[in-house]
């Protein structure tokens, strides 16, 4: 069979504006086509990079008929990034992450997959030429990918708490959101709390250890990635290991790069456990 090759991200095109003006056409691009925009931040505390996380009730709705960790996927991003007068629009390409997440479960949704997949190419088709990158793997691929042999796929998630029940799990990690423990920011939540789900986007941003260490590295132009996750189901709290979800997103770095940002995964753990912990 023919191997039907797919990439990560859509580069939507360059633009004569600043990243901050731009992101309030996209915004507005967004929330006019019956988008919920659900958080905004600066990558690695830099005013020239901005993500925009952003969901719908489709898209909500299809994520949860998946019940390992479908929604991590119920959230996609668009990303921004300024050099000197300059701003470059790319966005996550929808159809990656679902095939990513939500590939070994499906049972019969594929055509609500592409539905909301190019419904999202479309709206941003009309603000630019799309042009897709950052690495090619085949489709076939996606719902097993890991990086390499003893690697982690997706569900082997790294398991940060167990809660007493939901609501526990919910105010433990608001707080300590709230508080930016160990220098992360609370990019946005997407609570289902008749499911008992809750997704929390996660800014890393210490210097030594978070963003600012590991995206210089491994390439900022693949920030519409960014922010990670945590997702609470139940009483269990979880999040994807990095050498998954960093490979996964950068799947063209060679084991070279990846050896520069050994200790990254870990420390992404560290820091999203201490967010479970009181």
Do not use: C
Not at 17 to 43: F, R
Not at 62 to 88: E, H, V, W, Y
Not at 148 to 172: Q, V
């Amino acid at each position: 069979m023919k191997a039907q090759n797919i990439q990560p991200y859509y580069k939507v095109g360059e633009f004569d504006k600043s990243a901050t003006l731009l992101g309030n056409e996209v915004i507005q691009h967004l929330t006019d086509a019956g988008y919920t925009v659900l958080g905004v931040y600066h990558p690695e505390n830099k005013d020239n990079l901005l993500v925009i996380s952003y969901t719908n009730k489709a898209l909500k709705d299809l994520s949860l008929q998946f019940p390992d960790r479908g929604a991590l996927a119920s959230i996609l991003k668009a990303a921004i990034i300024q050099k000197q007068d300059k701003s470059t629009l790319s966005i996550l390409n929808p159809e990656y992450m679902f095939l990513a997440y939500w590939g070994k479960q499906l049972k019969g949704q594929k055509e609500q997959l592409s539905t909301i997949s190019n419904k999202v190419v479309q709206l941003f088709s009309s603000m630019g030429t799309l042009e897709a990158f950052g690495g090619q793997l085949d489709k076939k691929d996606l719902p097993k990918y890991h990086y390499k042999i003893f690697m982690p796929y997706f569900d082997n998630p790294d398991e940060l708490a167990d809660f007493d029940s939901f609501e526990e799990g919910l105010r433990i990690i608001r707080k300590n959101l709230a508080a930016k423990k160990g220098n992360t920011l609370k990019v946005y939540e997407q609570v289902f709390p008749k499911e008992k789900i809750a997704v929390f986007g996660v800014g890393l941003m210490d210097p030594k250890t978070g963003e600012p260490h590991f995206l210089p590295i491994i390439g900022e132009s693949h920030i519409a990635a960014m922010p990670y996750q945590i997702i609470l189901q139940g009483k269990q709290a979880t999040s994807l290991p990095g050498k998954y979800r960093l490979a996964l997103y950068w799947p063209e770095l060679t084991m070279g790069t990846f050896m520069k940002i050994m200790s990254s995964p870990g420390e992404i753990e560290t820091s999203l456990k201490a967010l479970t912990k009181e």
